[in-house]
């Protein structure tokens, strides 16, 4: 495979790439260090890739097993990117911006607090707007075994998220 070949076949895919990677890492940096090493995996074996029936999916299971292998890895600590750093909508008002972001830090600390099968496929869910084919795929779950999964994750944040929400009204009654 040629250089320019190479670039129009596998160039297009690092948005979905790095996504996939970002959700699976939860960090920025390790997103973008596994980018890097999947291209240079994809360059080094560019002679064999011509047999590759689907790209987007070799890319996406090569990202898979890089991020996995990073997150064994026993000498790596856990760091989250912080929900600050997530792009939210603008809102009206500066107090909207204000209660959006809180919701989103609370989220995501509920997401935090998951099982970590369940939080990497709710991440694929719900963050990388992934079909439950892809998430079966990068994960390697069974279709029941993802429907599950997400069925679960949704559960325990509804059920945290309204325990939240009922001590900050009570919270707030209080102080009036």
């Not at 997103?31 to 999916?57: F, G, M, S, T, V």
Request: charged share 35%; glycine share 2%; proline share 5%.
């Amino acid at each position: 495979m040629d250089t320019e070949t190479f670039k129009r076949q596998f160039l297009p895919l690092h948005p979905r790439l790095y996504r996939t990677a970002f959700i699976l890492t939860g960090n920025s940096r390790d997103a973008e260090d596994i980018l890097q090493e999947a291209y240079c995996k994809l360059w080094d074996k560019r002679k064999e890739l011509n047999h590759i029936r689907n790209p987007e999916a070799f890319c996406v299971t090569l990202v898979k097993h890089l991020c996995l292998d990073l997150l064994r890895s026993a000498d790596r600590e856990r760091r989250q990117e912080p929900v600050d750093a997530l792009p939210l909508p603008a809102e009206e008002s500066p107090e909207a911006d204000v209660i959006g972001q809180d919701e989103a830090r609370q989220m995501q600390q509920l997401i935090d607090r998951l099982p970590e099968n369940q939080r990497q496929v709710i991440r694929l869910r719900g963050f990388n707007d992934c079909s439950l084919e892809e998430i079966e795929e990068i994960t390697g779950l069974s279709a029941v075994n993802v429907r599950v999964l997400l069925s679960r994750a949704r559960k325990t944040i509804r059920e945290h998220y309204v325990k939240l929400a009922d001590y900050e009204r009570q919270r707030i009654k209080a102080t009036y």
